[in-house]
């Protein structure tokens, strides 16, 4: 009955690694987001996907590439992780508006805690 | 610039104490939305409210409740009679517009319930 789920719950890795991080949405909305909330709890987008078309990206290092499979589906793909790359990182959907923007309540995944060492 | 403050960093009631949060926010457009989420200490985030711009009737549910007023661009958060199960970081949110996904959230209060 998971609305929003992502894999890992916990990510511990070197730097240098390569890591993803899944997300998955039973709700049937249009729109998923990569959000990242550092240690201070600042909570900051990264990316969103509209139909599996990237439709935000915030100045968010080339590392860091999403990939939308399908629109039920929105992974995150870290390439040579630092340390500053460590904090938790959420995944959210919700239901385009009419609009083309989504300003429905976003339903946001448990959160994926990367640390890197 | 569109920005959401929250000036209390964090905040410590003891229980059935009344309690409002604050949240200004900043935005040059005439439609948007404004949000609360809750985080408690297992992490998720629980979304709480949406509200429009056009609509600044007060919201009340169960022990919370919402006054949003456009004049000062203020949407505060109060919980009655606080329980320790209310204990948790509050975020406010804006999303400035109506075609655009960016939500921008707030620096969040901590809120500590004691018994």
Same mark, same amino acid.
């Given at each position: 009955?998971?609305?929003?789920?992502?894999?890992?719950?916990?990510?511990?890795?070197?730097?240098?690694? *390569?890591?993803?991080?899944?997300?998955?949405?039973?709700? $049937?909305?249009?729109?998923?987001?990569?959000?990242?909330? *550092?240690?201070?709890?600042?909570?900051?987008?990264?990316?969103?996907?509209?139909?599996?078309e990237?439709?935000?990206?915030?100045?968010?290092?080339? &590392?860091?590439?999403?990939?939308?499979? *399908?629109k039920?589906?929105?992974?995150?793909?870290?390439?040579?992780?630092?340390?500053?790359?460590? !904090? %938790?990182?959420?995944?959210a959907?919700?239901? !385009? $508006?009419? !609009?083309?923007?989504?300003y429905?309540? #976003?339903?946001? $995944?448990?959160?994926?805690?990367? =640390? /890197?060492l | +610039?569109?920005? %959401?403050?929250?000036?209390?960093?964090?905040?410590?009631? /003891?229980?059935?104490?009344?309690?409002?949060?604050?949240?200004?926010?900043e935005?040059? *457009?005439?439609?948007?939305?404004?949000?609360?989420?809750?985080?408690?200490?297992?992490?998720?985030?629980?979304?709480?409210?949406?509200?429009?711009?056009?609509?600044?009737?007060?919201?009340?549910?169960? &022990?919370?409740?919402?006054?949003?007023?456009?004049?000062?661009?203020?949407?505060?958060? =109060?919980?009655? +009679?606080? #329980?320790? /199960?209310?204990? +948790? %970081?509050?975020?406010c +949110?804006?999303l400035?517009?109506?075609?655009?996904?960016?939500?921008?959230?707030?620096?969040?209060t901590r809120?500590?319930?004691?018994?």
């Amino acid at each position: 009955d998971t609305a929003v789920s992502q894999t890992p719950k916990y990510l511990v890795t070197q730097m240098g690694n *390569d890591k993803s991080i899944k997300c998955e949405q039973n709700l $049937g909305h249009d729109t998923m987001y990569w959000y990242k909330q *550092d240690s201070k709890k600042f909570l900051k987008i990264m990316f969103s996907y509209n139909n599996k078309e990237l439709i935000i990206n915030e100045t968010v290092p080339n &590392r860091f590439s999403p990939k939308s499979p *399908d629109k039920a589906h929105l992974n995150l793909h870290i390439n040579s992780l630092e340390l500053g790359d460590s !904090a %938790v990182y959420f995944c959210a959907s919700s239901q !385009a $508006g009419l !609009a083309g923007g989504s300003y429905n309540e #976003q339903f946001f $995944g448990p959160g994926t805690r990367l =640390t /890197v060492l | +610039a569109q920005k %959401v403050t929250q000036a209390q960093t964090e905040i410590s009631v /003891v229980e059935k104490e009344d309690v409002t949060l604050d949240c200004v926010y900043e935005t040059r *457009d005439t439609t948007y939305y404004l949000f609360w989420y809750k985080q408690p200490p297992s992490g998720e985030l629980v979304f709480l409210i949406r509200r429009n711009s056009f609509d600044e009737q007060n919201e009340i549910s169960g &022990r919370y409740s919402w006054n949003f007023q456009k004049s000062t661009s203020s949407f505060n958060f =109060t919980i009655t +009679a606080s #329980q320790v /199960v209310d204990s +948790a %970081v509050y975020f406010c +949110a804006l999303l400035p517009g109506y075609n655009t996904d960016k939500l921008i959230f707030g620096t969040g209060t901590r809120l500590q319930v004691f018994p």
